[in-house]
């Protein structure tokens, strides 16, 4: 739990409605406080799998016979799972959060609280960093990214800032930046507005909504009939594509209906959206944005 409070524990872990000889993968591993919740839930015939692609969380790895975790990034999911002989699973279970571990981590620059080199990689191997992508993407580029990502109006004068900014100096750490937008920061809004542009940058480092639709669309393939789906997520953007993923079977455009207006999806959803209460926000304020979304999947034979 020093590692990572898990957001809406029971309530996630619950959605799966775990079969005691069944399946499961946690795909964001972390601290492994959902695979724990997961695996107490589970008989001896039980298996758990979990993906995580930060060496970090290596360390945080459970000693248990049924668990195997996999350091790699969860849009593989169906891959690795294959070479594992596992072809179907029961649930699946996905925290879209970034990890306290990683905010609490100075020299992984996810946090607008220390001065650090500019990373926010959950790769470390992965080429794009928050300092590569600061210095050298175009102006159009790093307004896409503050707009799309971080829903910012004001997200051309920062790219604009950026692009005069560099051609003096690089723009080296997490208080450089700051530094170099300071003027765009409202008084009194100034972490509000950071923690945006920061978002908007980590979203875009490490690829989170193509990872996302990649691993959604991997799911029905991999749901066992009934199999529970239990999602997470932070971002209005990724609360949206897991939405309509559940509602319509895709991202963009209408469903192909039939002549009586009905369409096929793979995926019902389970009750309705799930939100922390009170109570949990005021012990885990990093849950106040979270949203859990829970679906099935439906009956192949009907």
């Given at each position: 739990?020093?590692y990572h409070?898990?957001?809406l524990l029971?309530?996630t872990?619950?959605?799966?409605?775990?079969?005691e000889?069944?399946?499961?993968?946690?795909v964001t591993?972390?601290?492994?406080?959902?695979?724990?919740?997961?695996?107490?839930?589970?008989g001896?015939?039980g298996?758990?799998?979990?993906f995580?692609?930060?060496?970090?969380?290596?360390?945080?790895?459970?000693?248990?016979?049924?668990?195997?975790?996999?350091n790699?990034?969860f849009?593989?999911?169906q891959?690795?799972?294959?070479f594992?002989?596992?072809?179907?699973?029961d649930?699946?279970?996905?925290d879209f959060?970034?990890s306290?571990h990683?905010f609490?981590?100075?020299?992984r620059?996810?946090s607008i609280?220390?001065?650090?080199?500019?990373?926010?990689r959950?790769?470390?191997?992965?080429?794009?960093?928050?300092?590569s992508?600061?210095?050298?993407?175009e102006?159009?580029?790093?307004?896409?990214?503050?707009?799309?990502y971080?829903e910012?109006r004001?997200a051309p004068?920062?790219?604009?800032t950026?692009?005069?900014?560099?051609?003096?100096a690089?723009?080296?750490?997490t208080f450089d930046?700051?530094?170099v937008?300071?003027?765009?920061?409202?008084?009194?809004?100034?972490?509000?507005?950071?923690?945006q542009i920061?978002?908007a940058?980590?979203?875009?480092?490490n690829?989170e909504i193509?990872?996302?639709?990649?691993f959604?669309?991997?799911?029905?393939?991999?749901?066992?009939?009934n199999?529970?789906?239990s999602?997470i997520s932070?971002?209005?953007l990724?609360d949206?594509?897991?939405?309509?993923?559940?509602?319509?079977?895709l991202?963009?455009?209408?469903?192909?209906?039939?002549?009586?207006?009905?369409?096929?999806?793979?995926l019902?959803?389970v009750g309705?959206?799930i939100?922390?209460?009170?109570?949990?926000?005021k012990?885990?304020?990093?849950a106040?944005?979270?949203?859990l979304?829970?679906?099935?999947?439906?009956?192949?034979?009907?």
């Open positions: 739990m020093e409070n898990p957001v029971k309530e872990v619950g959605g799966l409605d775990i079969k000889d069944g399946v499961y993968v946690d591993f972390g601290g492994g406080g959902h695979s724990r919740e997961i695996l107490a839930s589970l001896p015939k298996r758990l799998i979990a995580d692609q930060d060496k970090d969380a290596l360390l945080n790895v459970i000693d248990d016979s049924r668990f195997l975790l996999i790699e990034n849009r593989f999911m891959r690795f799972l294959r594992h002989g596992v072809k179907s699973v649930g699946i279970l996905a959060g970034v306290s990683q609490d981590q100075p020299e620059g996810f609280r220390f001065d650090a080199l500019l990373d926010m959950m790769n470390q191997q992965d080429v794009l960093s928050a300092h992508l600061v210095n050298s993407y102006e159009e580029a790093l307004r896409q990214v503050f707009w799309q971080g910012l004001t004068a920062l790219a604009k950026i692009v005069k900014a560099r051609e003096l690089p723009i080296d750490t930046l700051k530094a937008l300071n003027k765009h920061l409202p008084q009194g809004r100034e972490n509000k507005i950071l923690a920061y978002q940058i980590r979203i875009e480092v690829q193509e990872v996302l639709k990649d959604l669309l991997q799911t029905p393939s991999l749901l066992n009939d199999g529970r789906l999602v932070y971002h209005s990724e949206r594509l897991v939405k309509r993923f559940i509602r319509d079977g991202f963009e455009g209408e469903p192909v209906k039939d002549v009586f207006g009905n369409f096929e999806v793979p019902k959803k309705n959206l939100v922390p209460s009170p109570a949990e926000v012990l885990n304020n990093r106040r944005s979270a949203k979304r829970i679906a099935k999947k439906v009956n192949s034979s009907k």
